[in-house]
């Protein structure tokens, strides 16, 4: 096919040398007049190109051959590393380039700026861009309630120990749930309630309970995509949820760490079902952009304003200006609505590669999660294995997973739970990963049985 000669042609002109890193590829023009061809073919061969990471695409500008490429051969592919360990976003996707233009401006638009210090809040033009962001998502609010955080993190270490209006004190999360989350928790020594995530979600009437009887302040909640389960709550479930917060005057802290990459237009957060600010809804753009920006945001109630700048101030005065303006210029340009579009299909095609995987390859005795959330998952390992053996196992074959131990309360810890990232395993990998997860399982328990017979 016509599409195939060019991808061929281009992948050559690459590893040859004739494109370099850096390198700006033909016109799409230009090059349906090189093959006789129509547009369409062009434009379908460098989504191909682009699939494979060889180069990548700058609005109203063109393609480009990506930094640090290099051919890998088969024998070299054969013996690379497994990283479902990492979980940052894929290097690959990442809008390097684009976001670089962005800082230049921002230089140019903010520098009397960057002398001085700036709002608490974060930089008024930004919360503007936010809150139309935000829109997509389903959060309505006026930028006045939206505070720039350095990191999501930032806005839940703070929220964990600030007073709040319910003059309640402990806190409910989600078991297992974001390890950053619970060490928060830990750090200011405050009382926390788990309730288990299972493959179906949550309990309700054991949440109920805790609201009822342990002075709960606020329930964090991972709404869609969970660190670690991969699970995401149905809309009736967030209804129930926010609900019974309203019943017994408990705050939701959301954490939509990765709402942006829901292709379900139809999911609501669950701000959208109480925006009187009994949610506290809180976004990264770690995950979906670069974890270095350290740039989040949390949507407050007004009754919060004033505690948690004094905290914020405490804690970095604010948030650095210079990736402030880049991120609102990124955002205001488009760029960012077209990085998404590309950030979902990607991770939905790897998702799907998972699924396929764990559903072919895993043995009966083994339950898995989150396998279609594009990002973490995790798998359950059959008695008597344990997570760590497994993964010292794993480390020889060069596959690597995160133990999800410190995923944990001290009192819900499991042992023989592991948590895979997809983000950062190149497609063609996925499958050979859960391969070697999979024959690792089935080899050490077959060890433990020849050990107890013999
Ligand atoms: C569920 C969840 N929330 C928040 C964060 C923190 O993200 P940020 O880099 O914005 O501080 C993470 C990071 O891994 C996470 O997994």
Redesign the pocket.
């Known amino acids: 096919m016509l599409y195939e000669e060019i991808v061929g042609e281009m992948v050559q002109r690459i590893e040859t040398g004739v494109l370099k890193p850096g390198d700006k590829l033909p016109s799409i023009r230009t090059l349906s007049q090189d093959f006789a061809c129509s547009k369409n073919t062009v434009i379908k061969a460098y989504d191909e190109l682009e699939k494979k990471h060889l180069i990548y695409s700058v609005p109203q500008s063109g393609y480009y051959v990506v930094d640090g490429y290099r051919a890998r051969d088969h024998a070299e592919e054969a013996a690379a590393d497994i990283d479902f360990l990492s979980?940052g976003p894929d290097r690959h996707a990442m809008p390097y380039r684009d976001f670089q233009h962005c800082i230049n401006q921002a230089i140019e638009r903010y520098k009397q700026d960057m002398f001085t210090y700036s709002d608490i809040e974060g930089l008024p033009s930004l919360r503007v861009q936010l809150a139309r962001h935000l829109q997509e998502l389903q959060v309505f609010t006026i930028p006045e309630r939206i505070y720039v955080?350095?990191?999501?993190?930032?806005?839940?270490h703070l929220l964990v120990s600030l007073p709040f209006p319910n003059g309640k004190r402990n806190i409910c999360l989600e078991q297992p749930?974001?390890?950053?989350?619970i060490e928060s928790v830990r750090q200011h020594q405050m009382t926390a309630y788990g309730i288990e995530v299972r493959r179906d979600g949550i309990d309700l009437k054991r949440l109920e309970e805790l609201f009822r009887h342990h002075d709960i302040k606020l329930f964090y909640t991972?709404s869609r995509?969970?660190?670690?389960t991969g699970y995401s709550y149905s809309n009736e479930e967030k209804r129930r949820i926010v609900e019974l917060a309203q019943q017994y005057d408990v705050y939701i802290i959301e954490?939509d760490?990765?709402g942006d990459l829901d292709s379900n237009r139809k999911a609501d957060p669950m701000f959208a079902y109480d925006p009187s600010g009994r949610v506290i809804y809180?976004?990264?753009?770690?995950?979906v952009m670069l974890?270095g920006l350290?740039?989040?945001l949390a949507v407050l109630p007004d009754e919060l304003r004033d505690t948690f700048l004094q905290a914020k101030f405490a804690a970095d005065v604010h948030s650095p200006m210079l990736t402030q303006g880049a991120l609102e210029i990124y955002l205001q340009s488009g760029m960012f609505s077209a990085h998404i579009d590309r950030m979902r299909q990607l991770y939905s095609r790897k998702a799907a590669l998972l699924q396929q995987a764990y559903e072919a390859l895993l043995p009966a005795s083994v339950s898995y999660s989150g396998s279609l959330s594009g990002f973490?998952s995790t798998i359950e390992l059959p008695a008597p294995l344990k997570a760590k053996q497994l993964l010292h196992h794993l480390r020889e074959d060069r596959v690597f997973a995160d133990d999800a131990r410190r995923m944990y309360l001290s009192e819900f810890v499991k042992e023989n739970v592991i948590r895979l990232s997809i983000s950062q395993v190149e497609e063609e990998l996925i499958e050979r990963g859960v391969q070697k997860i999979a024959k690792g399982i089935v080899e050490l328990l077959r060890q433990r049985t020849q050990v107890r017979f013999v």
């Not at 955080?149 to 839940?156: D, E, K, Y």
């Open positions: 979980a955080v350095t990191g999501s993190q930032q806005a839940l749930t974001h390890a950053g989350f991972v995509f969970h660190n670690p954490d760490y990765m809180v976004k990264s753009f770690s995950k974890p350290r740039l989040g973490y």
